[in-house]
């Protein structure tokens, strides 16, 4: 079993939130990744992060994802920078996979950057560009589908993306 589809992008993209909505649209599970990956630590993203370091949380995702891609069937939601570890990427080919494209003015105004994102904690808006501008390449790459999100409702991208893979 795989998933139907697997939403990847920057954080803000709303990777989490649209697939929500794709979710409920073509009736099936979401399951987050970094949801998972809390819930089995049974401690924040960020404590993660600053307890153990960021290799360890990126043990942790890439695990996570090849167990999610073999096993879960429904809508895939990955971190922001899941699809940038080598196996990751290996792990998603052959899966239809969405980049929920989104640029820093949008971004900004979703996620207000919080203290909730250990990679945006330090000068946020210019973290997230970089950030952008060093994943956007890895995320088209792996992308089959590149959906533009700016000013569009969340509902608006899941019909979009509902459509894609021909079940709306
Ligand atoms: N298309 C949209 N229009 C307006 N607000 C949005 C949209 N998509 C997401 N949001 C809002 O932006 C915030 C971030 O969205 P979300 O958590 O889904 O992003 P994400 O891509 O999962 O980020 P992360 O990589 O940090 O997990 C949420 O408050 C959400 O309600
Ligand atoms: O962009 C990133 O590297 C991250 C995004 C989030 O989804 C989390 O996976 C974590 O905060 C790291
Ligand atoms: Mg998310």
Redesign the pocket.
Same mark, same amino acid.
Do not use: E, F, N, Q
């Given at each position: 079993m795989s998933p139907r589809v697997v939403?990847i +992008?920057?954080? +803000?993209?709303?990777?989490?939130?649209? +697939? /929500?909505a794709l979710a409920g649209l073509l009736d099936v599970p979401l399951h987050?990744t970094?949801a998972a990956i809390e819930a089995a630590a049974g401690r924040s993203i960020s404590d993660i992060f600053i307890e153990d370091g960021e290799p360890t949380f990126r043990e942790l995702e890439r695990a996570e994802v090849a167990r999610a891609v073999e096993q879960e069937h429904g809508v895939l /939601?990955l +971190?922001?920078g899941a699809p940038v570890d080598p196996l990751t990427e290996q792990v998603l080919a052959g899966q239809v996979v969405v980049f929920?494209d989104?640029g820093i003015a949008? /971004?900004s $105004? $979703?996620? *207000?950057f919080d203290q909730? $994102?250990p990679l945006l904690a330090v000068n946020p808006r210019a973290s997230w560009v970089r950030l952008m501008n060093e994943r956007r390449p890895v995320y088209e790459r792996v992308a089959t589908h590149r959906v533009d999100?700016a *000013? $569009?409702?969340?509902q /608006?991208?899941a019909e979009e993306i509902a459509t894609l893979l021909g079940s709306s």
């Open positions: 939403l +992008g920057p954080p +803000g993209s709303g990777k989490s939130t649209v +697939g /929500a987050d970094d /939601a +971190g922001g929920l989104v949008d /971004a $105004r $979703r996620v *207000g909730s $994102r999100t *000013g $569009r409702t969340p /608006a991208i």
